[in-house]
């Protein structure tokens, strides 16, 4: 149904004005110095830029170290929604079903959700301490010498663990209003027709909930190579030697601390393509979902 | 029934064990001195100096030049927490009215720019955005703290979305009342939307409070550090100095959760409500 | 005097559809004209073309003599009742009342006074500082209605205004909202896709379909005369029967059957028969049918079978027997409408 009903001259462009400003000011003209810049060399010292054209691309996609942080970054990725998801919603369905203590298992599994990434990746650190962590003990039980900010796998693995610890509660808030949004009438038809719990969720609640999965997965993918940043930037202590980062990091790394401008400018576009590609990708899921309803 | 029951309580313990333990444990182990911290490890139990390292962590730790205590540091939080979340709120909910509410000639084109800032999150074009803000002379500012966060369209989405939802009816009855777009606004609309803006801000609030990456370029002046911005100064003190203040630390990331971890609890059901629908 | 005049309007959407071909109207003052149509022909649109909420691609709309094309709905001097209530959910029913007057700048006495009075008019009075949602269907019914009474308007505009009640409640509320538009004289234009609701409540009846008028009359008239096919099977219930017939010297010829029918038209035709006013007995003179299924309605009985080949449906009065197997039919002559057989105008 068309909602435009109003119809006065210059209203709407007042009322758009502070949102379309800050775009325009904060994002539009970043954005499009990014892609300048990623043509460009530029010399930090002087302000100065030659054309490059391609060159930063091909340097950036070249170099052994991108190519290691971008394997890197797919793993954790990869890992960090798949754990997390998969938790998330194993927690969801058990917190469904249960009678009683709901909300209080609720309030506590969604603490964590209020902690910020660098403050999570702070506890990490502590906690695989090599002087410190108690989980440092923890693997020593199993002849595991674990040595977090020195051995490349120990510091990632700490990253994947905390990440995914971090975006557990948010899955299972997702999964559980999503479970709570299946029709009462859906379950109990469900429970006459089958009597195996297990077969039940599998062909009957699963299926259901696959939107909702879909989607949050999206959202995950985007939580892993964006939002860990702070963590990430606590984990290797601000000094990535040897460690591991993801591309995020990366960015950032080789702007800031490397000056290295164009080769930076040129690595954040081909993240905003990616960013596109996802975005797209949760488009057209959304489109998907309306046809559900 | 009994089997799944029993299951259930088993992995939602387990669950609470991993997702409460290091919480925990990083809380007792604040309590401890920080000696005993280095030589014994993380500790389970009760340290007995609550006080004294919560005490000197909001009133005493000095970054650099001494200017900086916990106290201010949650001020800024609390700054950067309830402005973006008022700002965001305010300036998307004026744009979700426009776009849905008015027939105008650029409307597909400014929604289309509004749902370009969706594609592009600030950690990507990190450097591009600081130079910006730095030509503004806005570094170390609050304006410049919390103004280019708001550029992200996520609320005005959101609004758009619960806009639509109102029964165009509404509308019609106000017109055939004599409501015009400014009373329509402010007799119908935001009466109909408190519950929702309410939600929007717990949910901002806690983004905002938690923001680091774009409070640790934007300021380097220590008045200006938010909570979550002072943990990595800590850190950074941490592997130079002698003996690591490990408790005081952790007693900041502690004061560092409280805030939006009470309001997340205290508003669950809001919480959940402006979540769920809000990346829907 | 009339108070309202549509005058050949049309409405073409942007996109090329087209709602209302053409439309020319009148309503007098404090007559209840009814709008009657299936979804899509176009009444809706009309009656927010009245109130203002749609323009009007060309044609003229005028209200107590002035033509309201350009102007705003709250400048029109209506009132409009909408399908869903539309009650602002945060005001008390007060509030909600007092909405379009306080916009018109009416002082704060006068909207009391005329909001003390709509309460009792409707006997919502013990309601007025609840919310909307505090309320039953039927008390946001009256509530809408108040609303709407309080603008003192020229003309009130019902926008399916009961299809949102239950059976029940909607036969009551019907009542009411005639009995006031009576009691106030205020003109009404009235929409429904409820050909009942269209017969116990207009005064005249104006039939709409696919965005053009069918018929212009009162209840009886459209009833008893029908100008097409359409209005034929879309007022009375159960719907007349309509069945092609070929006429002859000898009567109306229906395959094996020959029905007696008294007219001048030779030839191909539509044959229109209200199920009431047909006689069927197990024996006799007449048609012969072939009973199928008997509905049992209470007051009567739907009786249907098949006549020369094509399904036709008789009511019949609960006292009397119920025939089956072969039994015969009869009407008398002048009860028979004829239609052409592809436009379906009347003959």
Request: net charge negative; charged share 20%.
């Given at each position: 149904m068309n909602k435009a009903q109003f119809g006065s001259p210059w209203m709407p462009y007042l009322l758009l004005a502070p949102q379309m400003l800050i775009i325009a000011i904060f994002f539009l003209w970043p954005a499009a110095e990014a892609v300048r810049s990623s043509f460009y060399l530029e010399d930090p010292f002087f302000g100065t830029g030659t054309f490059v054209g391609l060159d930063n691309y091909r340097d950036a996609l070249s170099a052994s170290d991108y190519r290691r942080t971008a394997i890197f970054t797919g793993i954790f990725v990869f890992l960090v929604s798949l754990l997390s998801l998969s938790i998330g919603l194993m927690l969801a369905v058990s917190a469904d079903r249960v009678l009683r203590g709901k909300s209080t298992y609720k309030t506590l599994l969604m603490w964590?959700?209020?902690?910020?990434p660098p403050v999570a990746g702070l506890i990490g650190v502590m906690l695989f301490d090599q002087h410190i962590g108690p989980l440092v003990d923890f693997a020593a039980i199993f002849g595991w010498d674990y040595r977090i900010g020195v051995n490349y796998w120990d510091t990632g693995i700490t990253m994947i663990i905390v990440a995914t610890w971090k975006q557990i509660p948010y899955n299972f808030i997702f999964f559980l209003s999503g479970l709570q949004s299946i029709p009462k009438s859906v379950k109990e038809a469900a429970s006459i027709d089958c009597s195996s719990q297990n077969r039940r969720f599998w062909t009957i609640t699963f299926p259901l909930l696959a939107p909702t999965s879909f989607f949050l997965l999206i959202l995950n993918i985007a939580y892993a190579m964006f939002e860990t940043f702070g963590m990430i930037d606590l984990i290797v202590k601000?000094?990535?030697?040897?460690s591991p980062v993801t591309l995020v990091y990366k960015v950032y790394r080789d702007g800031f601390r490397g000056n290295d401008l164009g080769g930076s400018s040129a690595q954040s576009v081909i993240l905003m393509l990616l960013v596109l590609v996802l975005t797209i990708v949760q488009f057209r899921l959304i489109e998907k979902r309306v046809h559900y309803n | 029934m009994l089997r799944t029951k029993i299951y259930d309580h088993f992995v939602l313990l387990l669950g609470v064990f991993i997702m409460m333990g290091p919480l925990v444990v990083a809380f007792m182990t604040s309590t401890f001195d920080h000696v005993l911290i280095h030589k014994e490890g993380m500790q389970v139990g009760w340290g007995g100096k609550f006080i004294e390292t919560y005490s000197t962590v909001l009133s005493q730790q000095g970054g650099f030049t001494g200017e900086v205590t916990g106290w201010l540091m949650t001020q800024n939080s609390l700054i950067l927490g309830i402005g973006f979340a008022l700002g965001k709120i305010v300036v998307s909910m004026l744009a979700a009215y426009a776009i849905v509410y008015f027939r105008f000639r650029a409307a597909t084109f400014c929604f289309w720019i509004i749902f370009l800032t969706l594609l592009l999150p600030l950690e990507v074009r990190i450097l591009p955005s600081y130079e910006v803000v730095q030509q503004l002379g806005l570094l170390n500012s609050y304006t410049g703290l919390i103004v280019p966060l708001i550029a992200s369209a996520t609320g005005t989405f959101f609004f758009r979305q619960f806009f639509k939802s109102i029964p165009n009816e509404l509308v019609e009855a106000a017109r055939v009342d004599g409501a015009g777009p400014m009373q329509f606004f402010f007799d119908i609309l935001l009466p109909l939307s408190k519950t929702m803006m309410a939600a929007i801000f717990i949910i901002m609030f806690v983004v905002g409070w938690n923001q680091y990456l774009w409070p640790t370029l934007m300021t380097t002046d220590e008045s200006y550090f938010t909570l979550v911005r002072g943990i990595k100064q800590i850190m950074q003190i941490m592997i130079g100095a002698d003996i690591p203040k490990y408790n005081e630390a952790l007693a900041m990331a502690m004061l560092s959760m409280l805030p939006p971890a009470l309001v997340i609890i205290i508003f669950q059901r809001m919480f959940i409500k402006g979540l769920v629908e809000n990346e829907k | 005097m009339t108070t309202l005049r549509i005058k050949n309007v049309f409405k073409r959407y942007?996109?090329?559809?087209?709602?209302?071909?053409g439309v020319s109207v009148e309503v007098g003052d404090g007559e209840l004209v009814v709008f009657v149509g299936p979804s899509g022909c176009g009444k809706s649109t009309l009656l927010r073309m009245v109130a203002g909420l749609e323009d009007v691609t060309s044609g003229e709309i005028e209200l107590s003599g002035r033509?309201?094309?350009?102007?705003?709905p709250a400048e029109r001097n209506i009132a409009m009742v909408f399908q869903n209530y539309a009650l602002y959910p945060h005001m008390t029913v007060r509030q909600n009342l007092a909405y379009g007057l306080k916009n018109r700048g009416t002082s704060k006495s006068e909207i009391d006074s005329k909001v003390e009075a709509a309460g009792k008019l409707l006997q919502i009075s013990d309601f007025l500082e609840r919310k909307p949602s505090q309320l039953s269907g039927g008390q946001r019914q009256r509530v809408a209605m108040g609303r709407a009474i309080v603008r003192d308007p020229a003309i009130f505009l019902f926008d399916e205004p009961l299809s949102n009640l239950d059976a029940k409640l909607r036969n009551q509320m019907r009542l009411e909202i005639k009995s006031l538009q009576r009691r106030l004289k205020t003109a009404a234009v009235y929409v429904t896709h409820d050909q009942v609701e269209a017969m116990t409540l207009a005064d005249r009846i104006v039939v709409l379909n696919n965005g053009l008028i069918e018929q212009v009359g009162t209840p009886a008239e459209v009833y008893s005369r029908p100008d097409s096919t359409f209005v034929a099977s879309f007022i009375g219930a159960p719907p007349m029967n309509l069945l092609s017939a070929t006429l002859t010297d000898a009567g109306a010829q229906l395959g094996d059957q020959v029905l007696p029918v008294q007219t001048s038209l030779r030839g191909d035709v539509q044959l229109g028969l209200r199920p009431e006013r047909i006689k069927i007995s197990q024996?006799?003179?007449g048609a012969s049918i072939e009973v199928t299924i008997v509905e049992e309605l209470g007051a009567t009985r739907l009786v249907h079978g098949i006549v020369g080949g094509q399904n036709i449906s008789v009511a019949v009065d609960a006292e009397l027997p119920v025939p089956t197997g072969q039994a015969v039919i009869s009407f008398r002559p002048d009860d028979a409408h004829f239609f052409h057989a592809t436009t379906g105008r009347r003959l």
């Open positions: 964590v959700y209020a902690i910020a601000d000094q990535p030697g040897n | - | 942007p996109n090329g559809a087209e709602a209302v071909k033509v309201v094309n350009d102007l705003e024996s006799g003179s």
